[in-house]
């Protein structure tokens, strides 16, 4: 779950994705994402660094070297990434490895788009860092900002939490 504002609370939304079908449940109503946008959050899961470092052998993927990025007061390093089709720019803190931006092209809510994350508010969650903060910017859609309320790592999850919520009337 997580929560998105753009200088406000709006909600809690609830994104659930497999390669079977995806949808996201809000305020008690619930609704099919299209397979565009599945297929799109799914390419950008695999670029996730807690989910490419599980699959950091795999020969499809390419790491490239692209210069320098200023992020706030940081000159980073930037690297282009490619795995099955997910492509994404990653900007890291040379000092101490932190992920400070990801760019990739998206589907947003208007189209494609080009969408960029600057992350921040890292957290020692049994020894990884994990950014607690997401600063969301779109080319074409509105941006947002993100706040992980809490993390576990390995939790036991209810297999139930993927099923799709029966559908209310008005």
Known sequence: AASSTSGRLVAAMTMTLSPQGAFMAMGGQQRDLPASVRDDQLAALRLMPAVLAQTADDPDLSVRADGTERVGDVEGAALVLNL??????????????????????????????????????????????????????????????????????NPTVDPALFSKPAATTP
């Not at 992350?119 to 990884?128: F, K, P, Q, T, V």
């Open 84 to 153: 099955k089709g997910a492509s994404a720019r990653w900007v890291l803190d040379p000092a101490d490895g932190r992920l400070l931006r990801v760019s990739r092209s998206a589907i947003g809510q208007a189209g494609p788009t080009q969408e960029t994350q600057d992350l921040s508010d890292y957290r020692a969650i049994e020894g990884i860092n994990l950014a607690f903060a997401a600063k969301v910017t779109r080319s074409q859609g509105p941006s947002e900002t993100s706040m992980l309320e809490s993390c576990e790592i």
